[in-house]
């Protein structure tokens, strides 16, 4: 099991970190454009593997992408990340050149791989990979949903007082600001509906705290978070290495489902080995059906700016 990582920044760095830990991978390269940066961080991440108890093999490269041949998978973190104040839609200038750039660069050494794009404004990135490659599209997965869902749990387990173990919750929709759709109507507590527990007005603002979970910690870290988003993309990668058939929020091309076509967002799909396995349509709310349409129409502004 051969895994890149394109970009060795804060997420792309945290996200090698996490699969090295979990010591489930053969080999994990990361590649950089910044000269030295990804030889660098790949020798102190290799400093952990006695320390920390594992085998994969981590190597860095500068901008050589003959190094990445035959990856199984390959995770985009290239780019710039927001500032405080900024959306992740203002990315998209410098971003588009350099997700485009990477993900032709990668499917050539690797044509048999799965991507999975980070680099924001993420759902628009998707759609871009989808629109400028000719990989099947359950070879094409944005990672915005698992991230955001886990900041959702977050914020119901503080409003619950409940350790996070004991809850479960789901975002779905576009992965921005005003974008995401956080299913409240099916989150649970050991099973039962949080509904049970918390008032209309309180799930409400768990909602809205999760939505701008980035912005939050964009303002506090002056950069956009790494540890969360690292997490987040070995969850998928471990799933597809592992083939687990497990359930995550993911950035997917839509045809027809949840009534949407010709669209990358976040819906819940099956991760095994052929990366994409199942896209699973689930019953929502009235209000979260309107949400879900309103957020479409969000990236599909976005995905507009795209010289596609
Ligand atoms: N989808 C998500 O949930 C999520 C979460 C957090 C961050 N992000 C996004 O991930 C991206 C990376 O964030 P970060 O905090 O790691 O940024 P960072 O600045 O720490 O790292 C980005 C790295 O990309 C490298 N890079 C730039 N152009 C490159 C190219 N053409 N080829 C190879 N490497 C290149 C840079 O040298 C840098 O080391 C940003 O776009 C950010 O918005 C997404």
């Not at 190597?59 to 998978?73: E, L, P, R």
Request: overall charge negative.
């Amino acid at each position: 099991m051969k895994v890149t990582v394109v970009g060795a920044g804060a997420v792309g760095a945290s996200c090698a970190e996490y699969i090295a830990f979990k010591n489930f991978a053969s080999e994990v390269v990361l590649l950089d454009i910044k000269e030295g940066y990804a030889e660098g961080k790949a020798m102190d991440l290799m400093q952990c593997a006695s320390l920390n108890g594992f085998d994969t093999k981590i190597t860095g490269v500068t901008n050589d992408y003959s190094k990445t041949a035959d990856s199984d998978i390959c995770v985009i973190t290239s780019g710039i990340p927001r500032k405080p104040g900024m959306t992740r839609e203002e990315l998209i200038g410098i971003n588009a050149g350099i997700v485009k750039d990477v993900s032709s660069n990668l499917i050539k050494n690797s044509p048999n791989a799965v991507i999975i794009v980070v680099s924001n404004p993420m759902d628009t990135m998707t759609y871009l990979v989808h629109k400028t490659s000719d990989l099947p599209k359950n070879k094409i997965i944005g990672m915005g949903g698992a991230l955001d869902s886990a900041r959702f749990k977050y914020r119901l387990a503080e409003a619950l007082d409940a350790p996070i173990s004991d809850v479960d919750g789901m975002v779905i929709g576009g992965h921005s600001d005003t974008g995401m759709v956080p299913l409240t109507s099916h989150a649970t507590r050991n099973s039962i509906k949080v509904s049970e527990f918390l008032s209309e007005d309180r799930l409400n603002q768990v909602a809205e705290d999760t939505k701008v979970g980035g912005a939050t910690l964009t303002k506090l870290l002056g950069t956009s978070a790494w540890y969360a988003p690292g997490a987040a993309v070995s969850g998928l990668v471990q799933a597809i290495a592992c083939d687990q058939k497990k359930m995550f929020p993911c950035s997917t091309f839509l045809e027809g489902e949840y009534g949407l076509n010709d669209i990358c967002i976040g819906v819940p799909v099956i991760l095994g080995k052929n990366g994409i396995e199942k896209i699973v349509d689930v019953p929502l709310s009235e209000a979260e059906k309107a949400h879900m349409q309103a957020s479409a129409e969000g990236v599909r502004k976005t995905n507009g700016l795209l010289d596609v």
